[in-house]
């Protein structure tokens, strides 16, 4: 089977939103250190490789949402999709406590093969879904309840964006009134990354948009993706309203 570095579902849907899940899948190509970066596998299963959960949220959402998705096909620690290039995390050594063995001598030629061969084919692609008139984006991704040597985590779900706030802000405020827990506003991180996917294929282009943040605990099972999809798809649509986009 032929390796593709992203996978689009429903790309004949014509609801006016792209949704997109930027670490997806915890898969290592195998032309990259022949599909391993030196971590035993009980890493590669951890929220340090990809964003657990967060791929059937965005399925479950493009299906209720009548949304095309594109999923990226690599290990957010083979290199970043949702860095900017001049970033200095786009190809991480040390996460979380964890190095990265296969990334610890990255010569220069082998990180421009992973630009070329996985980042940028994602982006082009996604670039081309992002283009159709009217489009307001949602990226998916998890977070983990607790980081190795910090307290846990109190949010469900967060919010996170940058400078244009206008889909963000009635946003937050219908999943503030629908859950009885917090709901994280740039939290458990900032919104803004110059360089991220959003900014790349959203801010500079005006584009509504927005980032979720779903507590990995809380989406493990297909069951529990499907439940936080049907949560989240009509606020989403009555935000869009409620900013008139």
Not at 70 to 97: A, E, H, K
């Amino acid at each position: 089977m032929t390796y593709s570095p992203f996978f689009i579902h429903g790309s004949d849907r014509t609801g006016n939103w792209l949704v997109t899940c930027d670490h997806a899948t915890n898969t290592v190509p195998d032309f990259v250190n022949g599909g391993t970066l030196g971590l035993p596998e009980a890493d590669m299963a951890r929220h340090i490789a990809y964003d657990i959960g967060g791929q059937g949220v965005a399925l479950a959402l493009g299906t209720l949402l009548n949304a095309p998705v594109i999923c990226s096909n690599f290990s957010r620690l083979v290199i970043d999709p949702n860095r900017g290039l001049d970033d200095p995390t786009l190809v991480m050594q040390l996460y979380d406590g964890t190095i990265i063995p296969g990334n610890r001598h990255l010569s220069d030629g082998e990180r421009q093969a992973r630009i070329d061969q996985l980042y940028q084919p994602y982006h082009d692609a996604l670039g081309t879904l992002a283009a159709r008139p009217g489009i307001a984006i949602v990226s998916v991704h998890s977070f983990t309840p607790q980081l190795n040597g910090y307290a846990p985590r109190p949010w469900e779900v967060g919010v996170l964006s940058a400078h244009d706030r206008r889909f963000a802000d009635p946003l937050l405020t219908r999943l503030q009134g629908a859950l009885s827990t917090p709901v994280g506003d740039n939290e458990p991180y900032g919104g803004h990354l110059p360089g991220d996917s959003i900014d790349q294929h959203a801010l500079r282009h005006g584009r509504p948009n927005a980032l979720l943040e779903v507590r990995q605990d809380l989406i493990h099972q297909a069951d529990q993706q499907q439940k936080w999809a049907q949560i989240i798809a009509p606020h989403l649509e009555a935000a869009r309203q409620d900013a008139n986009l």
